[in-house]
């Protein structure tokens, strides 16, 4: 096998290996306190209005909007305190012509009342008489029965993922349960016969393995839950009855492997031999990640990833948090924050391919300031000491110092 396929834009690659993919996941019911992060499975519908009765946006008084018509600090308007709204009950107070009733903010609007004038707009003449020094416009500082959301509204389309303020919208509504998707199940293989676990002390030629652990996290992070394979020897038929396991224990494979042309091509013929289609890229135009797989194996996405622990992190990024998403539920995977920045050193590139480098962050004067970190790929600590990776797009050659550029933010 050669030692790439036609390199590809990573958009390109990516958009091969979404035409194979689909939701895998099955349904379950938790509790909204649980469902950070979760992915809603059908469309989430009000089962009520909120708020439920009109209310008031700020502390003064409700009152009939006419009756403060043509006020100002120089003529105000002369309105009687009838009473108080108390919080949390709605007293049988009535505003009429020419009448206020004092109310605290998130209160309910007494009867009568269309407006709320701001305690901040009002004069305490006596006990009983306040003046407005301006005038209202009727639902001026209130919210009215569904304001907010009505019943029936759609509140969350199917794939939405919860945030923590969609929780505390459905907890405002009473919802206490929620169908999401179950986490994708994302089986991890580490394949080298230099690599050792952990726990072990290296001989000479051997590393400890990274990868398993940081794409765990990764998985993780990504609403995912991985499912560790073990190491595995640079041998085909191992490499195969691993992934074959693999590919039955979960709903995405990722094989991090060697960089060597012959572990590469070992890799891509275990995956094809899975199932079909297959690989579908074998090369894509980035640096760190030129060697990557992405295959289908009867609707399963299977990733190669490159074995140097810099490059496996850029590639799960760009190709394999996406695919969680897809596989868990969401059509529309939320992008990773990005922010921008002017770079302090120059970053070489080539034009024709896509470049990250991972960059430190910090500010000047209100402005990001991103400068490399340069290493080679094998090295973990150049993203140990980076917020993010900074973008050389396809048709840069380079950015200089000064140039503004783009930075994905871990």
Do not use: W
Not at 28 to 57: H, K, M, N
Not at 216 to 242: F, H, M, N, Y
Not at 243 to 262: L, Y
């Amino acid at each position: 096998m050669s030692e790439f396929l036609t390199l590809i834009t990573p958009e390109e690659a990516l958009r091969r290996l979404n035409a194979h993919v689909k939701t895998l996941v099955g349904v379950e019911q938790v509790r909204v306190t649980d469902a950070l992060g979760r992915i809603v499975a059908g469309d989430l519908r009000s089962p009520e209005d909120l708020p439920a009765f009109p209310r008031s946006t700020m502390d003064g008084y409700a009152v009939r909007a006419a009756d403060t018509y043509g006020a100002s600090e120089g003529l105000p308007a002369y309105l009687r305190v009838v009473g108080e709204m108390p919080m949390g009950k709605h007293a049988a107070l009535t505003v009429g012509k020419g009448e206020a009733v004092k109310v605290h903010t998130g209160g309910a609007l007494a009867d009568g009342a269309d407006a709320i004038v701001m305690v901040e707009n009002t004069q305490q003449v006596d006990a009983e008489t306040i003046e407005v020094s301006r005038p209202l416009a009727p639902g001026e500082n209130l919210l009215k029965i569904g304001d907010d959301v009505k019943k029936r509204d759609l509140l969350f389309p199917s794939g939405h993922v919860l945030r923590p303020q969609d929780i505390g919208a459905m907890t405002a509504l009473g919802v206490t349960q929620v169908s999401v998707f179950l986490r994708p199940r994302v089986a991890i293989i580490s394949a080298g016969d230099e690599v050792v676990t952990p726990e072990t002390s290296p001989a000479p030629g051997q590393v400890r393995d990274i990868n398993t652990h940081t794409i765990s996290g990764l998985v993780r992070q990504t609403g995912g839950v991985p499912v560790p394979q073990g190491i595995v020897r640079d041998d085909a038929a191992e490499l195969e009855k691993a992934a074959r396991r693999a590919i039955n224990d979960a709903d995405v494979v990722v094989i991090s492997s060697g960089s060597s042309v012959s572990t590469r091509d070992m890799t891509a013929a275990v995956i094809s031999s899975l199932g079909k289609p297959g690989v579908l890229v074998h090369g894509v135009s980035l640096r760190p990640g030129k060697p990557t797989i992405l295959a289908a194996v009867n609707g399963k996405p299977v990733f190669g990833l490159p074995g140097n622990p810099v490059s496996a992190m850029v590639v799960f990024d760009l190709f394999v948090r996406p695919t969680i998403f897809t596989v868990g539920g969401c059509p529309r995977p939320p992008m990773p924050p990005v922010v921008t920045a002017r770079l302090t050193h120059n970053i070489a590139s080539t034009t024709g391919r896509e470049d990250y480098v991972p960059v430190a962050l910090a500010v000047k004067d209100g402005t990001y300031l991103a400068t490399p970190i340069f290493g080679e790929s094998n090295l973990i600590t150049t993203l140990v000491r980076a917020a993010g990776l900074a973008k050389i797009p396809l048709d840069k050659h380079g950015l200089t110092a000064g140039e503004m550029v783009s930075v994905r933010l871990f």
